[in-house]
């Protein structure tokens, strides 16, 4: 099986900044994508960014030009570094990958990020 430990959630201002990680560990076959959704209360989950493997990305509209995503391919590893934060990017983030050669889909469990005043 394969495990998401995600970290880096938490209580910020508007216009400050956060930076979460997703480390991926177990039976890990070659990670094609990873990347970070985003739930917000009532809502549904919806994109924020994917990187691949060769290391292109994909933004949701809502974030582009604020955030950043990068992986470590050796370690396993997506960060997200978020900037400019607004209250409606209070949500909870979750972390997902697709690895194998079928593709398969996991989920981390989630870390909160609230921005507030």
């Known amino acids: 099986q394969v495990q998401l430990t995600e970290s880096g959630g938490g209580l910020v201002q508007p216009g400050g900044s956060l930076r979460l990680s997703c480390a991926a560990s177990g039976s890990i076959d070659s990670i094609s994508v990873m990347g970070w959704y985003r739930q917000a209360p009532g809502k549904g989950r919806e994109l924020v960014a994917t990187?691949?493997?060769?290391?292109?990305?994909l933004y949701g509209a809502a974030v582009k030009g604020r955030f950043i995503i990068s992986r470590d391919n050796a370690q396993n590893t997506v960060y997200m570094e978020m900037n400019s934060l607004k209250p409606e990017d209070t949500a909870v983030y979750y972390c997902?990958?697709?690895?194998?050669?079928?593709?398969?889909?996991?989920w981390g469990q989630g870390t909160q990020v609230t921005v507030s005043s």
């Open positions: 990187i691949t493997a060769g290391g292109y990305k």
């Open positions: 997902n990958i697709e690895h194998g050669a079928a593709g398969e889909d996991v």
